[in-house]
């Protein structure tokens, strides 16, 4: 049951050469974990596709493009069969907009593999498919898809080639998950609520006003027999609550759901939690009382145990270590706590150990547990980061990424990762700048890491012009691996001359709890101090110019982009705010996450002390900005509301008429672009925008023209 999370409370911004460590894991406080983490095998990876560049391809280097980031691909979801021969995988990508293709959100294709460059395409080109399993059997490989305006449904291809064929639904209602029996004879599935016939014929007659909160849609659990035909009359399983996701137990006769007492974002982060529910009545069997915030839940193959990956407390500002639950008590223990480490994802192995994907500051780590939760081994991947897993038989398959290349399918065998996929041949061509991580010590004497991509060309003698690049949360963490995205320059601001500094500040996760707690109730310092540090540290080795030093991010990374641009100012020549925070007062009005922002981030209410309250907004410091700030923000978003960018847009308008200030908004956009024509735009926006002052370092340049020159092929057409 993994669940992505992206940025700061919403779909993972976070996270994403290699430097060598010591065979053993020690923690920066050089105390070691003791004997229940032995030492770590360093292994190597094979890249059996594309590894070297031609001699061709040498010769036409150049750097990456704005154009190129608009034509990436990666691995999505990824299914091991039950035996562990296969592999089935989706690739995902967007419409390349800059060929000419319309524009439109992320779609995936399905493809199966067995080996090292052996693979091949399962379905046609229109259908996109997404929860990708394969049937108990292994004979077939199921997925989501809605066919032309259906719901979305349960389908299945037989591995061994031929038709794709419906094979579960419900009437009226799109399928959002679900899972095999493990006899094969079921499918469970997680849909939307009932249609209200009442709401619909009011609806049509003009009677469209929603009730704010009052509403709940919650979802339902059906169970489906499998056949030849669809089964036209599934049953329905009662269960509490908003359930979001849920697993079979290998008995088959009970489940474990994750529910909250409503589908508000709000109680998804504060009040989730894990139920044993018998599949024959929906009663509940067992409660997990966890007091945080909740992850990836996953069954033992004897059904004994679940793993989870939870936060240790309602303070904790993300779920990131790992449990052990006895499914018969609800009781549980955890197996890393105060490690400075974060759990990212889970397996349990046939055998009965558990395979865990472990992220170690920077690095990542895969670790195998012992049924008793004794670590049994510790493998270091080198320069991969291993984001997810999936077991099947003696097979573990991972989706990993590196400097080099986004996310693809590895296999762990041999004793090596194996790369099976390669989805960007063309990145051979490029020249890519040099990676690396970099601590430095912030003004109070803590550690922080960050990793530097360093600008191609040569150094000028004050510094390259530098650019902070903020991740959101904060609960999240970047790693050192591929960190070029529409929002983010990575490599193609470094081909444009740029250095990129991704600084994981104090409220990061992946150094362990107390390191991310230093956050909480400590809103701008030490958190915007650290990254004002890192600038300095990069000043004083000379990679940096301090008057050439930019800084962007999207939610809290807009946050702290704004703050740059107010408080900050004269630390910072541009920024590039996208849905960001302005005003920590209106901020709590019109968010959905009131709680989860007293929880784990402000302890206080904005009534306990408003003047403290506003002295961390940057609305507040609107008369320091003198840095020109481009603020970008999605229309539809319900996070950050896009009241957040008006306020410090007026601000500086009103306040400080001879700074350059420019607002874009995207229609539709929710809290990050989905649609390719928005990002690739975004992604032209802000390398435009640092050219213009940034490059330059001249603050008082003339605003660049209201739209960028898009590339556009196929516009002759």
């Known amino acids: 049951m993994r669940v992505m999370r992206w940025g700061c409370k919403g779909p993972s911004s976070s996270a994403f050469i290699c430097h060598k460590r010591t065979v053993r894991y020690v923690p920066r406080n050089n105390k070691p974990l003791g004997d229940n983490f032995p030492m770590i095998r360093k292994v190597a990876f094979t890249a059996t596709l594309f590894a070297t560049a031609s001699v061709a391809a040498t010769a036409q280097a150049r750097p990456m493009t704005p154009e190129d980031v608009a034509k990436l691909e990666s691995v999505g979801a990824i299914a091991v069969s039950p035996d562990g021969s296969r592999v089935a995988y989706t690739t995902a990508s967007l419409p390349d907009v800059t060929e000419g293709e319309e524009n439109g959100t992320t779609t995936q294709e399905l493809s199966l593999a067995w080996g090292p460059d052996?693979?091949?395409?399962?379905?046609?080109?229109?259908?996109?498919?997404?929860?990708?399993?394969?049937?108990?059997?292994?004979?077939?490989?199921?997925?989501?898809?809605?066919?032309?305006?259906?719901?979305?449904?349960?389908?299945?291809?037989?591995?061994?080639?031929g038709a794709y064929r419906k094979l579960a639904a419900v009437e009226d209602a799109d399928v959002s998950s679900y899972a095999w029996s493990p006899d094969g004879t079921m499918l469970y599935m997680l849909v939307g609520a009932a249609s209200d016939e009442t709401r619909t014929k009011e609806s049509k007659a003009g009677f469209d006003a929603k009730v704010y909160e009052e509403e709940a849609k919650l979802n339902r659990l059906f169970a489906a027999r499998f056949g030849e035909s669809v089964d036209e009359s599934p049953r329905e399983i009662p269960v509490p609550g908003y359930v979001s996701a849920f697993e079979i137990a290998p008995d088959g006769r009970?489940?474990?759901?994750?529910?909250?007492?409503?589908?508000?974002?709000?109680?998804?982060?504060?009040?989730k939690r894990v139920n044993v529910i018998d599949l024959s009545d929906g009663d509940i069997r067992t409660v997990v009382e966890t007091p945080g915030k909740l992850d990836d839940v996953e069954y033992s193959p004897d059904g004994s145990q679940l793993s989870m990956i939870a936060g240790v407390d309602v303070n904790d500002p993300a779920a990131t270590t790992l449990h052990l639950v006895d499914v018969s008590s609800g009781t549980y223990r955890a197996l890393n706590e105060g490690a400075e480490e974060a759990a990212v994802d889970a397996e349990w192995l046939s055998d009965g150990r558990l395979?865990?994907?472990?992220?170690?500051?920077?690095?990542?780590?895969?670790?195998?547990?012992?049924?008793?939760?004794?670590?049994?081994?510790?493998?270091?991947?080198?320069?991969?980061?291993?984001?997810?897993?999936?077991?099947?038989?003696?097979?573990?398959?991972?989706?990993?990424?590196?400097?080099?290349?986004?996310?693809?399918?590895?296999?762990?065998n041999n004793n090596a990762f194996n790369r099976w996929t390669s989805h960007n041949p063309w990145l051979s061509e490029i020249t890519f700048a040099p990676q690396r991580t970099m601590t430095y010590t912030a003004r109070d004497g803590q550690e922080v890491e960050g990793i530097l991509i360093e600008a191609l060309g040569e150094r000028p003698r004050t510094g390259f012009p530098t650019i902070m690049m903020v991740h959101g949360g904060p609960?999240?963490?970047?790693?050192?691996?591929?960190?070029?995205?529409?929002?983010?320059?990575?490599?193609?601001?470094?081909?444009?001359?740029?250095?990129?500094?991704?600084?994981?500040?104090?409220?990061?996760?992946?150094?362990?709890?107390?390191?991310?707690?230093?956050?909480?109730?400590?809103?701008?310092?030490?958190?915007?101090?650290?990254?004002?540090?890192?600038?300095?540290?990069?000043?004083?080795?000379?990679?940096?110019?301090?008057?050439?030093?930019?800084?962007?991010?999207?939610?809290?990374?807009?946050?702290?982009?704004?703050?740059?641009a107010t408080h900050d100012s004269a630390e910072y020549a541009a920024a590039v705010m996208f849905v960001g925070i302005s005003n920590q007062v209106s901020k709590f009005g019109t968010t959905d996450i009131p709680y989860e922002m007293y929880n784990v981030h402000s302890r206080k209410?904005?009534?306990?002390?408003?003047?403290?309250?506003?002295?961390?907004?940057?609305?507040?410091?609107?008369?320091?900005?003198?840095?020109?700030?481009?603020?970008?923000?999605?229309?539809?978003?319900?996070?950050?509301?896009?009241?957040?960018?008006?306020?410090?847009?007026?601000?500086?308008?009103?306040?400080k008429p001879d700074t350059p200030v420019r607002m874009v908004l995207y229609p539709g956009e929710p809290h990050g672009n989905r649609k390719a024509a928005s990002r690739y735009d975004y992604n032209l926006r802000m390398m435009r925008w640092f050219d213009t002052y940034l490059k330059t370092g001249n603050r008082k340049a003339p605003l660049p023209a209201p739209r960028p020159e898009l590339n556009l092929g196929g516009d002759d057409e």
């Open 254 to 271: 009970s489940a474990v759901i994750e529910t909250a007492p409503t589908p508000q974002i709000d109680d998804n982060y504060t009040s």
């Open 475 to 564: 609960e999240a963490h970047y790693s050192n691996g591929w960190l070029t995205a529409y929002s983010m320059p990575g490599q193609v601001g470094a081909g444009q001359g740029y250095a990129v500094f991704h600084p994981n500040y104090r409220g990061s996760t992946a150094y362990g709890t107390a390191f991310s707690k230093q956050h909480t109730g400590n809103y701008t310092d030490p958190e915007f101090a650290d990254i004002v540090d890192a600038k300095r540290a990069l000043v004083a080795e000379g990679i940096t110019d301090p008057d050439r030093t930019g800084i962007t991010g999207g939610s809290y990374g807009g946050y702290a982009s704004a703050w740059g």
């Open 355 to 412: 395979a865990a994907v472990i992220h170690v500051g920077a690095q990542s780590r895969l670790r195998l547990y012992n049924p008793d939760g004794s670590v049994a081994e510790e493998i270091d991947p080198g320069e991969l980061i291993l984001t997810s897993l999936e077991a099947g038989g003696d097979t573990l398959a991972f989706s990993a990424n590196s400097p080099r290349h986004p996310s693809e399918l590895f296999v762990w």
């Open 118 to 161: 052996q693979a091949r395409a399962y379905l046609p080109e229109d259908v996109s498919p997404s929860a990708v399993h394969f049937s108990p059997d292994g004979q077939m490989v199921s997925f989501t898809w809605a066919k032309d305006k259906e719901d979305k449904a349960v389908w299945g291809v037989p591995v061994a080639g």
């Open 605 to 655: 209410w904005p009534w306990d002390d408003w003047q403290a309250m506003l002295e961390v907004s940057p609305i507040y410091h609107v008369d320091k900005a003198e840095t020109p700030i481009l603020i970008m923000h999605g229309e539809e978003d319900t996070r950050v509301d896009p009241s957040q960018s008006f306020e410090l847009y007026r601000s500086i308008k009103v306040r």
